[in-house]
């Protein structure tokens, strides 16, 4: 006999449910009384059960119609006040990462990249264009600018093998950061890139790196909304 709390009793019922595909998403789940009356406990336990449910994001209540089943978040996640490395995110996740190189060249800095990098406008520097996937899903469009004064061997990476960030962490030990978040509009190339439908939101982060007193990189990174979320933790 179980020795777990009924209201745990009947959020586990529930859940198996749920994850045996008897309640599928959308689909109302048993009424408070009848769950009262299965297993013969009071109205209060019974929503106990529920309330938490609720709260973990995998019912929902709608007023007169009832409690139904959630289509459980699947987002990918970074932490905004710190830098990881994406494919790390992704396989931590239990997912499948791989990248596609868009571009992978020397250019000339125009005069906001000029500025974004603290260099001057007509300095060679490099540049790349990679579309990060989890489990086949674009879940990062990541355009990256690189002084190759400190990481003169950017151009000679495979960045199939390992990403930017990773190199970069290798070649040249971070010591700050600069991000800045903001919901924008995308063109039709990047929506097509990420998938997105067309007024589909997407999330921008721009992020500057330093190695010591050097501006090492600066990239913008492109997230579907609907796929991905920035997060941060501050201890006090």
């Known amino acids: 006999m179980t020795s777990l709390p009924i209201y745990q009793q009947i959020k586990q019922y529930i859940i198996e449910q ?11 789940i048993s009424t408070e009384f009848e769950l009262t009356e299965q297993f013969n406990v009071s109205r209060m336990t019974v929503n106990k059960a529920i ?3 609720v709260t973990e994001g995998r019912l929902e209540r709608k007023p007169r119609l009832g409690t139904f089943v959630c289509q459980l978040p699947d987002k990918a996640e970074s932490p905004l006040l710190d830098i990881r490395n994406i494919a790390l995110e992704v396989t931590e996740r239990g997912k499948h990462y791989s990248n596609q190189v868009l571009a992978q060249s020397q250019i000339n800095a125009d005069e906001k990249i000029a500025t974004q990098l603290g260099v001057m406008r007509g300095t060679k520097v490099f540049y790349s264009e990679i579309i990060h996937y989890a489990d086949e ?3 990062q469009l990541e355009l990256r600018w690189v002084n190759p004064e400190y990481a003169p061997a950017y151009l000679e990476q495979d960045f199939s093998l390992q990403t930017p960030t990773q190199y970069l962490f290798d070649a040249c030990p971070l010591s700050a950061i600069e991000h800045s978040v903001e919901a924008v509009m995308i063109d039709k190339s990047k929506q097509q890139q990420l998938r997105l439908k067309e007024h589909e939101p997407c999330l921008l982060l721009n992020r500057r790196t330093w190695s010591g007193s050097n501006l090492v990189s600066s990239a913008l990174l492109y997230h579907p909304g609907s796929r991905y979320k920035l997060s941060s933790t501050v201890n006090f």
């Open 137 to 139: 899903q674009p879940i």
């Open 18 to 28: 749920i994850e045996s595909g008897r309640w599928s998403v959308g689909q109302r």
């Open 51 to 53: 309330r938490d449910l």
